[in-house]
Structure formats: structure tokens, C-alpha cells
């Protein structure tokens, strides 16, 4: 499987594209022959405009997963830069820690000494910590900078180039965006991932934002990346969002980025998905949609799941039934006993009696319930630790092969597309979470329960209750 030359987003000004098929042809001339995806890229961000010499962008922002190649475009430009575009005098390549920086530095640097005729171009090649860079007989510099140092203040250069744009935090852009507007044809390129939860991504956030909603009609922005309501397991999602598959990346590194990330962290680090755009679901809408059934047998409750939000204003039941597919769970209607804790008890204690397992997780606020349900002899499971990671693995699993239905209540689908993983220890268990407050997590609590519950402690035999057992 070979990775997509062509990035999911893609917003560029107009303009002609002669000058990056000169940088192209440089390129290659010193063995540096750029991918397909690559020349996309400096083609849609070193265009000029038709009637001058002015950049038709005078920011470009590229988003791409990491170890696709972004190095070998970066030094691409910046050789243009050298060698092509005289009015660049200046270009500092920022970088938000010091090793980045380093590795830009050396790459571009063995090609000046490397070739005979660029190293004669060369007034001299500093090394000194913190001082790297490249001086050309014309008087032209490239300088490589850390930011987290803070010396790119004060430069007015007339290319700007900021690798690890994720991490750009807004005083550093502030600092340098008057020196490097203040030039007569500037442009500024911004190169990264999508920021992390820790990441000072507000700056590439925004670029995107004025790019893609087209507020800014001078700004370019390429990414590879998803969207949506996914699956991360979708080899072809890896392929979209990967341009270096099947070359530099290489099918089995990816899996085991799959198997070692919680989905999150390999959705934003591997598939480039942007927080903004994140639907991303543990069991994927279209696969929840495909479970879904009009009705089922006639047959008895076979375990009940309890679960509460934490401020204790809402509560949710469910039941699980045992069919031909597998199990069926479902929200129960517990609208008239949901007004106090003693008509709660009593709507479980008619439907559970002394058989149907009652699940609740222990640390939910519903353990209020326990010793009353106890007390009436209900048969309670306090589910630990180990049993709420067994419960979630086992309603994941028993999702993706098929093996549960449901009714396709509005509450649970709601919820579980606001349901996100939360690892648990070292052993790749993980539990229910929730992507943000607003999100009510007590219905897919409480069919996980259920669910679990038919699995492990499910009553035999039940006298069954006419028709469906909850009606939403």
C-alpha cells in the first residue's frame, strides 16, 4: 500500500509555479530527487504571483505526520533560497529545540560539502554552539536557531522557516513577525504535526484556521491528515494521511505505533488528526449503526447495568438479554423511578428479584445503592478494578465481531461517541473516559455493565416480561 501524494487539505493562492520547478530541478541535481508529495508542496508554496515576483503566499503551513520527509523539502527550499532567490538574504530555520535545529544544520550542510561547485559558492560554515549556519560569497545567510533559547528575536529575515511549528508558543511569533514583515516580499513557512494537549499550537492552529476557512487569501496550507468518525485500525487511513508509505515508512512500523499509542495519541502522532476535527470513536459510528436491530426474541433479562454521573444527577440502567447473535443491551425507562432513590430501588428490585446479577462499578456514585440493594437480597455485583478493564474489552470486542445488538437508542450513540479510552496500567487495559465534560457517559457505562454482566453472571432462568423491555 502506497501512501497518498496528495494531501487531504489543500489551499493555496494562485500563482505561477515556474520557480519551484527550477527548485525541483536543483534539487535533484545534487542527488536530492523529492517525492511526488514533496514537489506538490513547493509547488503550491513558491508560486508567484502572475503579474510580479511577489510570493503569491507569504505564509505556507504544512502539516504532516512525522518521518514522512519533511527534511529533504525543507532543505529543497532553503537551497532555492541560496542559489536562486537572490532577494533572500536572510533565512533563519527555527526549530523549538536544539537538536531539530542541529539536524536541519546538517543536512543541508553535507551538501555544500559534499559538491565541489556549492562549496566554492561558500564564504564559510560556522559550527559554533548556537552560531550554526551558512554564509555565501554573495553575502547571503542561512542561520539555524533554537527558539526554546529565544535568538531568533530581533532578526528581520526575508525566509523564515519554523520546523516544529506545533510547539510555537504566541510571545515567539509575536517577537518575530513585525522584523520579518517589515521585508518587502517575506514569507514565512510553518512546518509540523497537530499539537499534542501540552503543545503551544495556538500559532499553527490559527494559520490553519485563516487558511482553511479562507479569511486569508495569502495564506497556504497543505496537510495530510483524517477526519471524521474512524477507525484507527483502517490501513487505508495510513495511507491517506502517510504520503512516505511503502517507502521510508514502512507498513509493520505502523502497527507497532497502533499497538504501543492509546488511539488518540496514534491518531494525532501517525494519521495527523487535528483535535479540532477529532470524532474519534472507539467503536465507530458506522460499525454502532450496523449493530442496530428493529426488535428481539422475546426472552428474560439476564443482567442489569447501573452507572451515575458523578455529580449524582443522572442515572442510567440498562439490560442485557442473551440471543442467537450473542447479547442485546438496551437503556431501560426508568423515567418514573429516576425522581428518588427509593423508586430506583424498587423499579430494580421488581425486574432483578433475587436472580438477575445487578453490575455496578465500584467506584461509580451509584456504590450509594449497593447495601439498599443488598439489603433486599438482590444479587449485586461490585465490579473491581480488573473486572470494569475486562467489561470494556470484552463490549469493544464483542462490538467489532458482531456479537451484541442494540436498539439504536439516541442516548448510547450520543454517548459513546463522546466516550474515549483511558489507559489503565502498563498491560494495555483501558476503561471509559470521556473526550470532554459536557459529555454524559453514564448510558455507555451502563450497557458496558450489562453487557459484562450477561457474559460472566448471567441468569439462567428469568420469567420474561412482555415485549421489549424498555421503550424510548
Known amino acids: 500500500m502506497r501512501g497518498s501524494q496528495t494531501p487531504r487539505l489543500r489551499v493555496a493562492p494562485e500563482g505561477r509555479e515556474d520557480l519551484a520547478d527550477m527548485a525541483i530541478e536543483l534539487a535533484g541535481m545534487y542527488g536530492l530527487v523529492l517525492d511526488p508529495w514533496q514537489q506538490y508542496v513547493l509547488r503550491r508554496g513558491m508560486r508567484v504571483e502572475d503579474d510580479s515576483d511577489m510570493w503569491a503566499a507569504s505564509r505556507v503551513g504544512l502539516s ?50 559534499n559538491f565541489d561547485d556549492l562549496g566554492r559558492r561558500v564564504k564559510r560554515i560556522r559550527e559554533a554552539n548556537g552560531e550554526q549556519g551558512i554564509e555565501m560569497m554573495d553575502g547571503s545567510r542561512l542561520l539555524f536557531r533554537a527558539r526554546a533559547r529565544g535568538n531568533v528575536r530581533g532578526m528581520s529575515p526575508q525566509l523564515l522557516i519554523l520546523d516544529e511549528a506545533q510547539i510555537l508558543p504566541d510571545d515567539a511569533w509575536s517577537a518575530m513577525l513585525p522584523s520579518v514583515s517589515a521585508q518587502a516580499n517575506p514569507q514565512i513557512w510553518l512546518v509540523g504535526t497537530p499539537p499534542g494537549p501540552n503543545d503551544a499550537g495556538d500559532v499553527f492552529g490559527r494559520v490553519r484556521s485563516s487558511a482553511t476557512s479562507g479569511k486569508d487569501e495569502r495564506v497556504a496550507w497543505l496537510e495530510w491528515s483524517v ?60 460499525v454502532w449503526a450496523g449493530l442496530a436491530v428493529d426488535e428481539v426474541p422475546d426472552v428474560p433479562i439476564s443482567a442489569i447495568g447501573v452507572d451515575m454521573a458523578p455529580d449524582a444527577a443522572r442515572v442510567a440502567v440498562a439490560v442485557g438479554l442473551k440471543t442467537d447473535r450473542g447479547v442485546h443491551v438496551e437503556l431501560a425507562d426508568i423515567t418514573a423511578a429516576s425522581d428518588s432513590t427509593d423508586a430506583l430501588v424498587e423499579w430494580l428490585v421488581s425486574r432483578a428479584k433475587r436472580r438477575v446479577p445487578i453490575l455496578i462499578d465500584a467506584l461509580s456514585p451509584a456504590r450509594l445503592l449497593i447495601p439498599i440493594l443488598k439489603a433486599r437480597k438482590c444479587k449485586v455485583i461490585v465490579m473491581s478494578g480488573g473486572e470494569v478493564i475486562e467489561s470494556t474489552a470484552g463490549f469493544f470486542n464483542a462490538a467489532k465481531e458482531g456479537t451484541l445488538s442494540h436498539f439504536g437508542q439516541e442516548q448510547v450513540t450520543e454517548s459513546l461517541a463522546g466516550a474515549r479510552r483511558k489507559a489503565i496500567g502498563d498491560a494495555g487495559g483501558w476503561k471509559w473516559d470521556r473526550k470532554s465534560l459536557n459529555v454524559d457517559l453514564t448510558p455507555v457505562m451502563a450497557v458496558t455493565n450489562a453487557h459484562y454482566g450477561v457474559v460472566k453472571f448471567g441468569a439462567a432462568k428469568v420469567r420474561p416480561e412482555a415485549g421489549k423491555v424498555v421503550m424510548l
Open 227 to 286: 477526519d471524521g468518525d474512524i477507525a484507527v485500525e483502517e490501513r487505508k487511513l495510513w495511507a491517506q494521511s502517510n504520503p512516505a508509505l511503502g517507502g521510508r515508512i514502512d507498513m509493520e512500523s505502523v502497527e507497532d505505533e497502533l499497538h504501543s499509542m492509546d488511539a488518540t495519541t496514534f491518531a494525532r502522532e501517525r494519521l495527523g488528526m487535528w483535535a479540532s476535527d477529532r470524532q474519534l470513536a472507539v467503536i465507530p459510528g458506522d
Open 64 to 113: 504532516v505526520p512525522r518521518q514522512n520527509g519533511k527534511s529533504a523539502l525543507l532543505v529543497a527550499r532553503e537551497l532555492a533560497a541560496l542559489l536562486l532567490v537572490p532577494e533572500e538574504q536572510l533565512i533563519i530555520h527555527s526549530a523549538h529545540l536544539v537538536g531539530t535545529a542541529l539536524e536541519g544544520f546538517r543536512n543541508i550542510k553535507g551538501l555544500f560539502e
